[in-house]
């Protein structure tokens, strides 16, 4: 797949064919990944791939979580201004799609679920770092994973990167042998993408170039 072409169309896949992704793709994509950039080449990515019955069991475990209201590890503030405006764009978008009023609590609910049964992707990739390193550090994570959904379509798979993901940590703590020094950043869901599932085909909104990059020097167009 060319380039431009791979990174125009990727999107948050949010639907799975059922079919497994073998250790093998999975392994050519974490390799092709960890060529991203990091700073000093530190590489502070740790990786635990999720499949099967265990992934079932944890997402199940998170949803159970959910239910009963237990608090997520984050603390994260609300976006307010433009960044509240993208994200209310894009949950249209994809309620839009998916034939989700906002008044339908249980549709809304269902969905959400959803995200935190991992989309039913047949696997899950959590990305960790180490507690001693500084937060700095998850600049080159991101790196790490944009690089990751890009080249998972070379094998056409899909991927949704996803904090929900890694929003119990005891619960990942449970059923994984996660070492106590490292965190979970983000999870990413793959899988081969349903085509038929209608928030896969959403494309996202992006500025235009004026509103987010400022020029300097005499550089004519
Ligand atoms: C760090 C991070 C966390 C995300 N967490 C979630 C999530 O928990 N649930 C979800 O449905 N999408 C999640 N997303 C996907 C974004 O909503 C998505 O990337 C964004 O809306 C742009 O759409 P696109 O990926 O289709 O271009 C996350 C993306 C990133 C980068």
Known sequence: MELREAILQRRSIRGFLKKGVSRDTLEEVLKLAQRAVSSKNSQPWLVHVVTGDLLQKLGADNVARLRRGEPTVTSEVPLSGVYRQRQVNVGKQLFGVMDIQREDKEKR???????????????????????????????????????????????????????QAVYYENGLREYLALPEEQIPVVGIAIGYPDPTFPANAVITEREALENFVCWYGDEKK
């Open 109 to 163: 609910d269902a969905w959400t679920e959803r995200g935190y049964r991992f989309f039913d992707a047949p696997a899950v990739i959590l990305v960790c770092m180490e507690k001693s390193l500084s937060d700095a550090y998850r600049f080159d994570l991101g790196c790490f994973v944009q690089n990751l959904c890009v080249a998972a379509m070379e094998y056409g798979l899909g991927t949704c990167v996803e904090y």
